[in-house]
């Protein structure tokens, strides 16, 4: 070797050292500041996407028709206008993969305009074409693995992809590029659902698997058991289709939709992989399923935002309980997919549908709400297991929006205040009814409402914000990218309404156990494990909870020149040994750092200029093990001018 490769490698040791020295284990845990902001989008999706899909209406039963039907209702009553853009096929659109070369064949006896013969056998390319003439965007569907979920839980389908083994391998394992290519740029489409059965139902002791119709694979998700998933295999395999996408439409004009049901931790990396990602199994027509389903996002707050969506599934207004004999359950679904910043893709048979449901889908001012170009998720302001208060910050200043639930099938009542809303109590504050479009007056001091069985109020307060100079960040959970949550070992969600399973409705099991990883993830106005904020015995009503060792970036782009919070470990705190650091980086500079903060010891104050900061970035840093998990405050955290 010679002296200057020798020299080489001991600078690079020496430089490991030094790096190891400063921060021992610091730059594994991720908590080192980059100062770039680390949320990268997936495609383009700037609000929550809007549209209709075949799955909730028809099931594997789709056709042509049906689905150029619904399209027809959305462009002919102004489902369109109010932004319904996406008209998206679920199972059910194919007959088998071509053993020849791998391309995906057509069932054209349900989609006759697939019948282009030709070499290429069939194509998809007249139904986008014609989709795209009447001013839509098409999606299509598919699934992460070999096989399809109808092909595991419909059998007795009779539309079922045909052929031999390979042949009815339909999904994207070891085709992600080529099938991309085909149903991105041959046939044009925008939008897609990537499923995950074939991640999880070809298990071993499936019968079908066993005679030797499906290829085995996996499992590598187990749904009910959060620790039996392979979480880095489920988000590589997924990442594949991102970067397949990026590849065939580099200007990142598609919509990935990952629909792996909440399972394998997705709902803390989805951010990084899909445009939106399922929180929950699938919706159905019934209110327990609903609230379930709603509760896997209301906690999410702050992993959602322009261009990355927390998804609850798609609406089920039009369908069951949601019907037209119960439109106020087909009012709550709506406005609280709204407040939620929930993507809205209507699964209902419009061409059945009554005006009433046309009505509720369309209402202007709530899908305002839901297109907010802020793209903040509504903040929980109070709770109980009955009533809610939810509150949207709107992109207007001093605007929220806020949703009153009644969750159960009594009548009750609730008390609005100007606090829950984060707007100054000492200056009007105006309401607005956003479903019968009517001013409600002024709210001062508090107001009472009445709410019916299963009701929802969805109102916009107008007033001035409680901090006349600046905002709390839990009013902001868009600006704020989890880069790092502190969880060590994921542990499933246990606040999700537990409803009845519609699969398993007998009481002969043990239940209906808590399944989606997620718990311990940072809140904002409430600690990881959905307690109130609390230091040192002092409450705070605002501010950001989360685990020691984390890392929170907070889009600031240079608008703000001050940060304030009062940090501590906070008295919820499960660990109670180790004292934790919290740090400020300002675009990647250290611009304040508290003292080692333990159990018990009073909240420090943390202020400090940030003229021009751009990213800023809070740390928590555990600096030693601990008894348990650490859970920290940056009670009252704040931006101001
Ligand atoms: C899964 C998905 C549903 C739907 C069906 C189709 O259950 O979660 O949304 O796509 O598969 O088989």
Not at 43 to 69: D, R, Y
Not at 526 to 535: C, E, K, M, R
Request: aromatic share 8%; with cysteine.
């Amino acid at each position: 070797m010679t002296g200057l490769g020798k020299l080489l490698i001991l600078a690079v040791s020496l430089s490991g050292l030094c790096a190891g020295a400063a921060s021992a284990g610091e730059d594994a845990s991720g908590l080192n500041a980059t100062g770039q902001w680390s949320q990268i989008n997936t495609g383009s999706a700037p609000t929550p996407p809007m549209g209709w899909n075949s799955w909730n209406a028809f099931g594997v039963a789709i056709t042509e028709a049906k689905v150029l039907g619904s399209a027809q209702v959305i462009h002919d009553r102004g489902l369109q206008e109010r932004g319904y853009l996406y008209i998206n096929l679920d199972d059910g659109w194919w007959l088998k993969r071509r053993t020849s070369d791998g391309r995906m064949q057509v069932r054209v006896n349900l989609f006759p305009s697939a019948a282009t013969g030709g070499p290429d056998g069939s194509s998809l390319r007249p139904f986008t074409d014609r989709l795209h003439q009447m001013g839509f965007k098409a999606g299509i569907y598919s699934d992460i693995g070999f096989n399809a979920c109808s092909q595991a839980w419909s059998p007795d389908n009779p539309n079922l992809p045909e052929g031999s083994q390979a042949e009815r391998e339909v999904g994207l394992m070891g085709h992600a590029r080529q099938d991309i290519s085909l149903y991105f740029k041959d046939w044009n489409f925008d939008y897609i659902k990537v499923d995950a059965c074939g991640l999880s139902a070809y298990r071993p002791g499936n019968p079908m698997v066993a005679n030797g119709h499906f290829r085995q694979f996996g499992p590598i998700i187990a749904d009910a058991q959060v620790n039996r998933s392979d979480i880095g295999a489920v988000k590589a395999l997924y990442s594949d289709v991102r970067d397949a996408l990026r590849a065939v439409r580099p200007q990142g004009d598609f919509v990935l939709s990952l629909c792996n049901w909440g399972s394998a931790n997705v709902r803390a990396w989805g951010k990084g992989v899909g445009s939106m990602w399922r929180t929950s199994n699938d919706i159905d027509p019934s209110w327990g399923r609903m609230l379930h389903n709603f509760d896997t996002v209301a906690t999410r707050e702050l992993y959602a935002g322009p261009g990355h969506w927390n998804d609850p599934d798609m609406l089920e207004i039009g369908n069951g309980v949601f019907d037209a004999d119960h439109l106020v359950e087909a009012r709550t679904h709506m406005s609280l997919w709204a407040i939620e910043a929930s993507p809205l893709i209507i699964g209902t048979d419009l061409t059945r549908a009554p005006q009433s449901i046309i009505d509720i889908l369309g209402a202007p001012e709530v899908v305002a709400v839901s297109q907010d170009r802020a793209g903040h998720q509504g903040v929980i302001a109070y709770a109980d297991s009955e009533r809610e208060i939810i509150v949207k910050s709107l992109s207007g200043t001093g605007e929220k929006a806020v949703v009153l639930l009644n969750r159960t099938a009594e009548r009750t009542s609730l008390v609005l205040t100007p606090a829950h809303l984060k707007l100054a109590g000492d200056k009007p504050i105006a309401l607005r009814d956003l479903w019968a479009q009517k001013d409600l007056g002024a709210l001062h001091g508090l107001k009472a409402f009445d709410l019916g069985p299963h009701e929802a109020m969805l109102l916009k307060a107008s007033g001035a914000p409680v901090l006349a100079d600046g905002l709390y960040l839990s009013e902001a959970p868009a600006w704020i990218n989890v880069a790092v949550d502190g969880v060590r070992v994921p542990e499933p969600d246990p606040i999700i309404h537990r409803m009845m399973d519609p699969y398993h409705l007998s009481t002969t099991s043990n239940g209906n156990h808590p399944v989606y990883a997620g718990w311990g993830g940072p809140r904002a106005d409430a600690t990881p494990y959905d307690q109130g904020l609390a230091i040192a015995g002092s409450p705070y009503r605002y501010g950001l909870g989360a685990l020691a060792n984390s890392r929170l970036q907070v889009k600031a782009d240079g608008g703000f020149s001050q940060f304030a919070a009062k940090v501590g470990v906070d008295d919820s705190s499960r660990g109670k040994t180790a004292a934790v650091r919290f740090e400020l980086y300002g675009d990647g500079r250290l611009l304040a750092s508290s003292k080692p903060k333990r159990f018990g010891e009073a909240a420090q104050d943390l202020s400090v200029s940030i003229t021009g900061v751009k990213v800023l970035e809070l740390v928590a840093r555990q600096l030693a093990d601990s008894d348990g998990n650490m859970v920290v405050s940056w009670a009252e955290a704040r931006l101001t001018k």
